[in-house]
């Protein structure tokens, strides 16, 4: 099932997440729905706040919506390892209308558990790495927005707060 994406300012995308105590086939569900609605949205990855849950759950694909030949699922996901630098240039489906241009860590090591619940280490560089980031940012309350100059999130701030009012 395709699910509705949670927009900033929703504070469930200013809340950490909560650990997943146990893979059961409800969070099994909601991964299906999560890689679902990833691709129905067109995105390279997608996290458990954005759809309403608060949990430590995420999918990636950067082969993209139509390759659909690089999924990782990953929860409780943790970066043990960052090598290098590499600019980025992002947009997130819960920050609408907005590019963020910052730094990301040019290479992860990342640990966490698959879909089975069984523990796994995988690394990324490149791209995968920057949407890898992105989605475990979210898992901790932090969006592109984040990231850049104080003018700059002033200035979002203020169009959004102006869409909201035509809303
Ligand atoms: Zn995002």
Redo the contacts with the bound molecule.
């Keep these: 099932m395709v699910r509705d994406i949670v927009t900033y300012p929703d504070p469930i995308l200013a809340a950490e997440a909560g650990e997943v105590e146990e893979v059961t086939p409800e969070i099994q569900a909601l991964i299906d729905d999560m890689v679902e609605t990833m691709y129905a949205k067109e995105g390279v ?3 458990a706040p ?1 759809v309403g849950r608060s949990l430590r759950i995420i999918t990636v694909d950067p082969s993209g919506p139509s390759a659909r030949d690089a999924l990782t699922v990953l929860i409780n996901p943790r970066i043990t390892c960052t090598e290098g630098e590499q600019e980025s240039e ?1 947009r ?4 609408v209308d907005a590019t963020c241009t910052f730094k990301r860590a040019q290479k992860i090591t990342v640990e966490g558990l698959n879909k089975n619940g069984d523990p796994v280490t995988l690394e990324f560089e490149d791209f995968p790495a920057i949407v890898f980031q ?2 475990i ?2 898992l901790h309350g932090v ?2 927005i984040d990231h850049v100059s104080r003018l700059k999130r002033a200035l979002y701030d203020k169009k959004v707060r102006k869409r909201l009012k035509r809303a």
């Excluded at 997130?92 to 920050?95: A, H, I, P, T």
């Design positions: 990855g997608l996290a954005q992002e997130c489906l819960s920050v992105h989605e940012d979210h969006l592109i």
